[in-house]
C-alpha cells in the first residue's frame, strides 16, 4: 500500500529520490576531492606530457565542478533513481511485470546513452560523430576530459573501496576498446605514476 504525504506524493519514492539525489552529491564531492588531491596539488609529481599536472588545473576545474550535472535532468534523473533506488513497489513489478522490466530497462538504457553522448569525461563522447550523430572511430580525448575521468575513477574508489592503479588494470582491455592510440598512452601513463591508495569505503 502506497503512503502519500500531505502534497500527494509517495513518501517512499520522495524517500528514494532523496536518497538518489544525495548520492550523485557525495560523487561530485568525492570527484572534486580527487582532482584537489591529483590534478591541483602543487605537491603532485605525477608529469602529463611534459609538465607537471597541476599547470592543466585551471583549464579542468570548470568541468569539474559541473561533473555529472546531466543526472539531475529528467532523462538521467529518474531511470536512474528507479533502477538503482526502485522502492518495495517498483522492485516487485520489476520481478514480476516483464512489460515493466522492459520499459524500466529500455529507460535505464537511454539514460547512460544520454548521459555517455553528453558528458566528455566519457570516451564513448568521444565515438559519436560531431555532424551526423553516428558512432564512429575513436577521437583523442582532451587533457581537461582524460584528467576528469580519472578523478571520476578515483572518486568511485574513495567511495566503494578499492585502488584506481588496480581498478584501471581489471578493466583497462575492455576500457580502450573506446580510447584513440594517444588517450590510452596518457591515461596508462598518469594511471602508472598515481600513488597506489588503497580505499576503505565511504562513510559520512
Known sequence: MEIIDTEGRDIEVAKKEEEYFNR????????????????????????????????????TKVSVMNHDNSKFEDLEFYPYRVHWYPTTREAHLYETDENYRKE????????????VTTNKH?????????????????????IHNILEMICDWEA????????????WAENREHKIKKMAPNTIDIVDSIVEQLPDTVHKPYKE
Open 104 to 115: 524500466t530497462d529500455e529507460a535505464y538504457e537511454a539514460a547512460t546513452y544520454h548521459h
Open 122 to 142: 566519457h570516451p564513448q563522447f568521444w565515438c559519436i560523430d560531431e555532424e551526423t550523430g553516428e558512432e564512429c572511430s575513436p577521437r583523442e580525448m582532451d
Open 24 to 59: 550523485i552529491n557525495l560523487h561530485k564531492f568525492l570527484v572534486m576531492t580527487a582532482f584537489k588531491s591529483i590534478v591541483e596539488n602543487p605537491a603532485s609529481n605525477i608529469v602529463v606530457e611534459g609538465y607537471p599536472i597541476y599547470q592543466y588545473a585551471n583549464g
Open 156 to 167: 568511485m574508489s574513495m567511495e566503494k573501496g578499492g585502488s584506481t592503479k588496480t581498478w
